[in-house]
T-cell receptor
Framework: DAKTTQPNSMESNEEEPVHLPCNHS???????IHWYRQLPSQGPEYVIH???SNVNNRMASLAIAEDRKSSTLILHRATLRDAAVYYC???????????????FGQGTELSVKP | EAQVTQNPRYLITVTGKKLTVTCSQN?????MSWYRQDPGLGLRQIYY???????DKGDVPEGYKVSRKEKRNFPLILESPSPNQTSLYFC?????????????FGPGTRLTVT
């Protein structure tokens, strides 16, 4: 799986939008982009995924660059509960038999100020 | 409620005393995995199972055993724990799927081996 690069940390104010960037310049055409987050003292949780088009769900939006070499996770209104480490992970579409392994990098630690 | 449960949540033990960390999921998922999380190293996969009676090594399997006798359970066994196995352990489960993995993680087990 290709590598991703994220800033180590970001800060946001409560109720403001947050844009979390991820660079993946070596992404292949069959890599899905996944985002997970890990709240303090909890296991990681799935946030969103996409392949080429922008995606929205109840938690967040995912904006994917046209060349797919970068993506941005967008939290539309940050709350204190969104303070977490956010991981951007690539996974090959054909990786059926890899035992479900997700390769977590260091992620971006998001802090949210009241 | 769909969930992955782990027991115990916290465990302090001594070198060489065999222990088992249980993991159970109620979503009828085929895939189950164990990860360990260490500061500066992120999450690393220990073992995984693609279905009942099918298990395989992840990236850091030394010192661990697993079994998958029933679909819902995937216990992690440390036959002779050592201090370097002090870590935070997560169990995860998911349905198989081409490239798209929404994995569900348990709450974690913090193990200290003295």
């Amino acid at each position: 799986d290709a590598k991703t690069t994220q800033p180590n940390s970001m800060e946001s104010n409560e109720e403001e939008p947050v844009h979390l960037p991820c660079n993946h310049s070596t992404i292949s055409g069959t890599d899905y982009i996944h985002w997970y987050r890990q709240l303090p003292s909890q296991g990681p949780e799935y946030v969103i995924h996409g392949l080429t088009s922008n995606v929205n769900n109840r938690m967040a939006s995912l904006a994917i660059a046209e060349d797919r070499k970068s993506s941005t996770l967008i939290l539309h209104r940050a709350t204190l509960r969104d303070a977490a480490v956010y991981y951007c992970i690539l996974r090959d579409r054909g990786a059926y038999n890899q035992g479900g392994k997700l390769i977590f990098g260091q992620g971006t630690e998001l802090s949210v100020k009241p | 409620e769909a969930q992955v449960t782990q027991n115990p949540r916290y465990l302090i033990t001594v070198t060489g005393k065999k222990l088992t960390v249980t993991c159970s999921q109620n979503m009828n998922h085929e895939y189950m995995s164990w990860y360990r999380q260490d500061p500066g190293l992120g999450l690393r996969q220990i073992y995984y199972s693609m279905n009942v009676e099918v298990t395989d090594k992840g990236d850091v399997p030394e010192g661990y055993k697993v079994s998958r006798k029933e679909k819902r359970n995937f216990p992690l066994i440390l036959e002779s724990p050592s201090p370097n196995q002090t870590s935070l352990y997560f169990c995860a489960s998911s349905l198989p799927g081409l490239g798209v993995f929404e994995q569900y993680f348990g709450p974690g087990t913090r193990l200290t081996v003295t």
